[in-house]
């Protein structure tokens, strides 16, 4: 039996032209069921104010609660909005925070000229699930 999967809707961020979108994936494991809990409301803080953050064109947030797992699929205007959104305090905030609720995490990231979602999340997942990758 395959264990439940929650989906976040797709969150669109800020409209901004984009000859390249920028994707960046994300899966990370909790040390325990009471930990992948404690995160859901936190990723839906996070997913609430997704628009907010400059250079970022949407999100999409699932969890396997059952497995302890989370996933984050993000895409960007830029690499340079990435890395700015991976360095700025709310974000080092909150990794702070659940660092130590992790038995892993591992992120993965790429450019493309169009969007899919069924379609990045397929590559996502893929990349995510191989070792090695950080």
């Given at each position: 039996m395959k264990?439940?999967?929650?989906?976040?809707?797709?969150?669109?961020?800020t409209p901004a032209p984009a000859l390249v979108l920028h994707v960046s994936a994300a899966s990370f494991t909790f040390a325990t069921y009471r930990d992948a809990i404690l995160a859901a409301p936190r990723a839906a803080l996070f997913w609430a104010r997704w628009p907010g953050v400059p250079g970022a064109l949407g999100l999409s947030l699932r969890f396997q609660p059952l497995l302890r797992r989370a996933w984050m699929l993000s895409v960007w205007t830029s690499a340079t909005s990435l890395?700015?959104?991976v360095d700025s305090p709310s974000q080092r905030l909150v990794m702070a925070a659940f660092r130590p609720r992790l038995n892993g995490s591992q992120t993965v990231s790429w450019q493309t000229s169009s969007f899919d979602i069924d379609a990045c999340w397929r590559q996502a997942k893929a990349a995510l699930s191989t070792p090695g990758t950080t």
């Open positions: 264990s439940p999967e929650l989906r976040f809707p797709w969150r669109a961020g890395d700015e959104f």
